[in-house]
DNA sequence: TTTGTTTATACGCTAAAGCGTATATAAATG
DNA sequence: CATTTATATACGCTTTAGCGTATAAACAAA
């Protein structure tokens, strides 16, 4: 699955985090290649709300990760319930 | 074209704005909806970095839209440089 | 035009993100 | 086990997002 709905940043955070993972990286990784901090991708991928739209794209750039952003269908509606 | 394609704060800011217009809404009435000022959809719809992932989760949520987070594909990579 | 609406910008304030640095946990590995 | 590696957390600091409020500038409609 190399599609993932984000709905919340705790969903992105996650969905970061299983790419990181994927690609054999750590958090220390990640930060040198965008010049932020282990703590602070550790933040991202935590869900922290207050993360910053730069860091989030210096992620996910560094990731080589896109994000596509469309309005919500019902399908995805029902995928995203099934986590409650 | 309902599904954008996001590797910057600008384009998804961008992103957010065609949407609000394409509901017929403006700014004041997403802060509304959101509990945000209309200056700070200002700043998200202009793309500004620093914008926290609580406030564009915020707008998708009133603007019914969500994110899809994928790797980098070819295909996209062309996409996006039209742009320039 | 003139008026009304919408969006951008400004000021002072409070809260907090990210920083460098350091350490405490946790997880993996020998 | 012990030891390395990885991740979470802490402290003080600087910068800044978003706040309320207000106004300026841009845009649309009469």
């Given amino acids: 699955m190399t599609e993932q709905i984000a709905r ?3 969903q992105i955070g996650a969905a970061v985090r299983r790419r990181r993972r994927a690609l054999g990286m ?3 990784g990640v930060g040198t290649k965008t010049q932020l901090r282990q703590a602070t991708i550790s933040g991202l991928e935590a869900g922290e709300a207050g993360t910053q739209l730069r860091t989030l794209f ?3 750039t560094a990731l ?3 994000l ?3 309005p919500r269908t019902q399908a995805s509606t ?4 099934e986590i409650f």
Avoid at 78 to 81: F, L, N, R, T, W
């Fill in 8 to 10: 919340t940043p705790k």
């Fill in 26 to 28: 750590n958090q220390k």
């Fill in 58 to 60: 210096s992620v996910l």
């Fill in 64 to 66: 080589n990760l896109e």
């Fill in 68 to 70: 596509v952003i469309r």
């Fill in 78 to 81: 029902d995928k995203i319930e």
